[in-house]
């Protein structure tokens, strides 16, 4: 234990070092950090690494799942449903195919079913590994959505396939028919599941007493009985903790104060940062116990196959995301689709952004390692190797060209005719505008008496007069050399308020507890200050 201790911290230093790195030459992490995994995995000490294969599911994806599902938009979500679902389900079951006859045909004495669970296992794309590389370019809003939206659901219908080819291996018996009527009670239960799991969460953080540490623990909470409830059933947990947590996700400010959600974003991102590193470093780290157990005459082979695998799936998706775009041209004459002259570079973007990482990973290293009647589990050791070199080699290949090919392509955003920037003017004029007619006309006493709600009526009428130089367009670089200096005088106020605070937190009549709330009023003004210049620069 207490060398699985250290082994585990110093892991959790190198993510840290891999992550600075890489904020540092603009690289998204997870590709650093499987490479950075690979050379690990040769260093003795680091050998055998491993988590067992029937935990994998159950600590990395759920808090994994919801934290993605917590952070979609529902409003993006609805708006690409019918995108979204085509590629989540018949994209991923064409891709399984395809793989099981390839592979079936490809490798010697590897069987349809065995083809069928190395295409629910690799059929994915990996949402983390997009997110991070969309972070450092600018793309349209809906390409993120899609595959952010895609990545939730794909995973879920991966993993079915996954679990229908698995058994059929382990009992010897597949019916189709049976399959797919399991199949859509899997997909519909688990849905349900989740919902229903959800609303039993949503009555206890409503009802209950609950401080905001009670609620972020709470939060930790659901994505677990929501996958082991529905696991439970031979239900899908994944689709479980999609569902319920795009639910929970999209009723947040009925149910959770403004100090929990301003601390459980905190936290989440944190967890969700060292789960997924933990995870990318960790395919590297396997990658060289799997060469080894391949040998040295296997390995040969299994690079030959694993290549051609890895280039039928990449070919394939682009294949399929163009199919996606004469299909939705074709349909729109007859039905209402969110856009019904899509860019034709779309899908070349789209397609080429199919790294597969985390769930790739987890079904891989789930396999059990025997079958029901003892014997070793057939092939068990070249699906791991495929898996690997698949998630590795789309990481790299596809993950370091992406931005260049966006940069290339360089489309326009269509969905926001109205800029950025021109947008937050906006929605603070309104709210300024609705501040003010308030306190003119509920307040208007107070206005006059009280010299907060004095302060408060000058503060929101200043920000309206900031505003009307912004609308014109000679006075737009005044007016941002008017908040670029309040936002150097606030800063520099701040500072110093801080030293102040300090030097009176060392006087015996001065509680600490008081000095706390203040220093937590400042952080939480210069967080504002912070997420203005993050629209600003948006």
């Not at 229908?164 to 019916?175: E, R, S, W």
Request: with cysteine; hydrophobic share 50%; charged share 15%.
């Amino acid at each position: 234990m207490h060398h699985l201790v250290i082994q585990y911290t110093c892991l959790l230093a190198v993510i840290l070092f891999v992550e600075m790195l890489a904020q540092k030459i603009k690289v998204a992490y997870p590709i650093l950090l499987v490479l950075t995994g690979l050379v690990l995995g040769f260093v003795p000490a680091l050998r055998g690494t491993e988590i067992q294969p029937d935990l994998i599911f159950v600590i990395f994806l759920p808090p994994l799942m919801y934290e993605a599902a917590w952070n979609t938009s529902w409003k993006d979500f609805w708006k690409w449903r019918r995108v979204i679902t085509s590629f989540a389900f018949p994209i991923v079951i064409i891709t399984s195919c395809v793989i099981a006859f390839v592979s079936n045909s490809l490798i010697p004495g590897f069987t349809l079913a065995a083809g069928f669970l190395l295409g629910g296992i690799i059929s994915p794309p990996d949402a983390v590994s997009a997110s991070a590389i969309l972070k450092n370019v600018k793309v349209p809003k809906r390409l993120a959505t899609i595959l952010e939206g895609e990545s939730l659901l794909n995973d879920a219908a991966s993993l079915i396939v996954f679990r229908f080819a698995l058994a059929a291996i382990l009992t010897g018996k597949f019916v189709f028919a049976q399959a797919a009527g399991n199949f859509f009670l899997v997909v519909v239960m688990g849905v349900a599941t989740g919902l229903v799991v959800a609303l039993i969460f949503y009555a206890l953080h409503r009802w209950l007493p609950t401080t905001s540490n009670m609620d972020i623990i709470l939060t930790f909470l659901t994505p677990y009985a929501m996958y082991i409830a529905a696991e439970q059933f031979h239900f899908s947990g994944v689709l479980a903790v999609v569902s319920g947590g795009l639910f929970l996700s999209a009723r947040r400010d009925h149910f959770l104060s403004h100090r929990s959600r301003l601390q459980g974003v905190n936290v989440w991102e944190t967890v969700a940062f060292v789960l997924n590193g933990f995870v990318f470093l960790l395919i590297g780290l396997e990658f060289p116990v799997i060469i080894n157990a391949l040998g040295p005459d296997g390995l040969a082979p299994a690079i030959k196959y694993s290549l051609i695998i890895t280039g039928v799936l990449i070919v394939g998706r682009l294949m399929c995301t163009y199919g996606a775009l004469y299909f939705t041209i074709f349909i729109s004459r007859y039905i209402t689709v969110a856009d019904n002259h899509p860019h034709p570079k779309v899908p070349l973007l789209f397609g080429w952004a199919g790294m597969r990482g985390v769930v790739s990973l987890a079904a891989a290293l789930s396999i059990p390692l025997a079958l029901n009647n003892g014997v070793a589990f057939p092939n068990r050791n070249l699906i791991l190797f495929i898996t690997f070199t698949v998630i590795l080699v789309t990481l790299v290949l596809q993950g370091l060209t992406l931005p260049a090919l966006i940069k290339w392509v360089n489309l326009p955003d269509p969905d926001y005719t109205i800029p950025f920037e021109q947008q937050r003017q906006l929605v603070r004029k309104k709210l300024s505008i609705l501040a003010l007619k308030i306190l003119d006309e509920e307040y208007a006493d107070l206005a006059k008496s009280n010299e907060m709600i004095k302060s408060l009526r000058l503060r929101y009428h200043a920000d309206m007069e900031l505003l009307k130089d912004w609308e014109k367009d000679d006075n737009e670089k005044r007016a941002e050399e008017f908040y670029h200096d309040y936002r150097d005088v606030t800063a520099h106020l701040a500072r110093e308020q801080r030293k102040l605070l300090k030097t009176l937190n060392k006087k015996e009549n001065i509680s600490d507890e008081l000095i706390k709330q203040q220093l937590e009023l400042l952080d939480l003004e210069h967080e504002k200050m912070r997420l203005h210049l993050m629209t600003e620069e948006g």
